[in-house]
């Protein structure tokens, strides 16, 4: 079965350089989540959303941006990027409404010098 | 706001043995249970779910997790591990209020390290 597909899997970048995580989430899925887990850390939700428009919004720095696109695909826009942004950001999707599982990718593992 | 708690940050156990990995959750509204597993270098794997009906549910490799709403516990069990169940364990609330599709809010996690 076709899982959720993230790119690139694993991104090098230095301080105040800029990144864009993709986000390919199941067919028909129309939700997609974004966390972040940090080394040893649980996952912390960024942002969501639901049919192309942002859902929900957690813990997402300014320095971020999200957009889900009209194929639902969905991108993470980071800059001024800063070594504490160093973790693993997954995203997640669903479909159904509220509170249906979500699956996750395997993530984008982001490394800043 | 709701919160989950994890007890146990490590768990070690030897192949064969039960074992329980325990989950308390704290909410002022209905919530949506799941436990997922995550392997070294992988993604979260989704490993059940609860969301209504049977306060019972099982998994296809044999773990099981029951709701217990006056407990606020959603405790995950195998009466029997193997070697490839050693993995990081993370319990998760969903509560969707208003326009919000629910997101997840997961526990600290419990490492699962079964031995030979």
């Known amino acids: 079965a076709a899982g959720v597909i993230q790119s690139p899997r694993h991104l090098i970048k230095e301080k105040r350089e800029t990144a864009t995580l993709k986000c390919y989430p199941i067919p028909r899925h129309d939700t997609v989540y974004w966390y972040q887990q940090g080394p040893g850390q649980d996952p912390q939700f960024l942002i969501s959303f639901y049919e192309k428009m942002q859902s929900d919004k957690g813990s997402i720095p300014d320095r971020f941006s999200a957009q889900q696109f009209s194929d639902y695909h969905s991108e993470l826009n980071m800059s001024s990027l800063e070594l504490g942004d160093s973790a693993l950001y997954f995203c997640?999707?669903?479909?159904?409404?509220?509170?249906?599982?979500?699956?996750f990718g395997d993530g984008t593992r982001l490394s800043i010098l | 706001a709701q919160s989950v708690t994890q007890l146990d940050s490590q768990v070690p156990v030897f192949e064969e043995a039960p074992v329980e990995l325990r989950c308390n959750y704290s909410?002022?509204?209905?919530?949506?249970l799941f436990w997922y597993v995550q392997y070294p270098n992988q993604g979260l794997q989704l490993l059940l779910k609860y969301l209504s009906g049977s306060t019972l549910v099982e998994s296809i490799n044999g773990f099981e997790a029951e709701f217990n709403k006056s407990q606020t516990s959603f405790h995950l069990r195998k009466p029997s591990v193997h070697i490839s169940d050693t993995a990081e364990y993370f319990c998760?609330?969903?509560?969707?209020?208003?326009?919000?599709?629910?997101?997840?809010?997961f526990g600290k996690g419990t490492k699962l390290s079964v031995k030979p």
């Open positions: 997640a999707s669903s479909v159904g409404g509220r509170n249906q599982p979500q699956h």
């Open positions: 998760a609330v969903s509560t969707a209020i208003g326009g919000s599709q629910g997101n997840l809010i």
């Open positions: 909410s002022s509204v209905s919530v949506y």
